[in-house]
């Protein structure tokens, strides 16, 4: 068992750019974790800033870590994302984006030992949300039910973790996405290829709120996209159920913004 624990190889991709502030913690995260078998795939869209300066001298505090760092220009978030996939060679594969980070050192002992437990496709497990001042604002939960999918986005990337065959099988995130990338690609697997996801009852990560998802408009955009997609994978759906979708993500959207203000304004 031992020697089959060992041999499970997990890839880990922190995309970035521009990151100094936030990039020690998600990387030192990463690097201190416990299970020793684990590949850290760093892909830096050209930072302007002191990011890839920090990521090389990191590094090479941990050589007898497997750490590959990719610094070039990218067509976004998803480009990126796919050139860490492409760039791996793990079993397991999670995204871990730049501010986001491990909650301690035995997050993937933790993971990797449900795997063996429980072989599974993917699993998901509970994130916790912080802003940028490392205060949590809520959990993001995870519900065990795939068809929901459909109603909202329940799976946090950063708690995502998927077996290397998913991407060969269904092919990567779609780089004409600016934002839901992810959304998009969970409901491509689950209701165009059939994949099932395992709910892991603990929590693996703090996500750091912010980025392009909380551009709202530009978000509006690209769900109504996956409505479509959803469509032309044969499920079913009618305009009020594409109203009460939008209407819950506008809603929620301005609740976690509002909370963000209160916070800051008690601060």
């Known amino acids: 068992m031992s020697n089959y624990f060992e041999s499970i190889c997990v890839t880990i991709v922190t995309i970035c750019r521009n990151a100094e502030p936030q990039i020690e913690v998600t990387m030192m995260s990463v690097l201190q974790q416990t299970y020793r078998n684990i590949e850290y795939v760093i892909v830096d869209g050209e930072s302007t800033d002191e990011t890839l300066q920090i990521v090389n001298k990191i590094a090479s505090n941990f050589p007898l870590r497997t750490i590959k760092v990719i610094s070039e220009s990218d067509d976004g978030i998803a480009d990126a994302m796919n050139k860490g996939v492409l760039n791996s060679s793990g079993d397991i594969i999670i995204h871990l984006h730049a501010g986001d980070s491990f909650i301690d050192k035995n997050v993937l002992d933790q993971v990797v030992q449900t795997y063996i437990k429980l072989p599974w496709r993917w699993a998901v497990a509970g994130s916790i949300v912080v802003n940028e001042n490392k205060i ?23 708690s995502t973790f998927l077996v290397r065959d998913i991407f060969d099988k269904h092919g990567l995130f779609r780089v004409d996405m600016k934002q839901a990338m992810d959304y998009e690609y969970w409901l491509r697997i689950v ?11 603990f929590n693996t990560t703090y996500f750091l709120s912010g980025g392009r998802s909380s551009k709202l408009f530009e978000l509006l955009k690209y769900l109504i996209h996956t409505r479509k997609s959803l469509r032309s994978w044969g499920v079913q759906l009618s305009f009020v159920e594409d109203a009460i979708f939008l209407g819950r993500v506008i809603a929620f959207w301005c609740y976690a913004e509002g909370k963000k203000v209160l916070i800051s304004a008690i601060k």
Do not use: C, M, S, W
């Not at 949590?136 to 795939?146: E, I």
């Not at 209701?191 to 009852?201: D, H, Q």
């Open 191 to 201: 209701f165009a290829g059939g994949e099932r996801f395992t709910i892991l009852p």
């Open 136 to 158: 949590a604002t809520h959990v993001y939960r995870p519900l065990n039910d795939y068809k929901k999918l459909i109603k909202k986005n329940f799976i946090p990337h950063q």
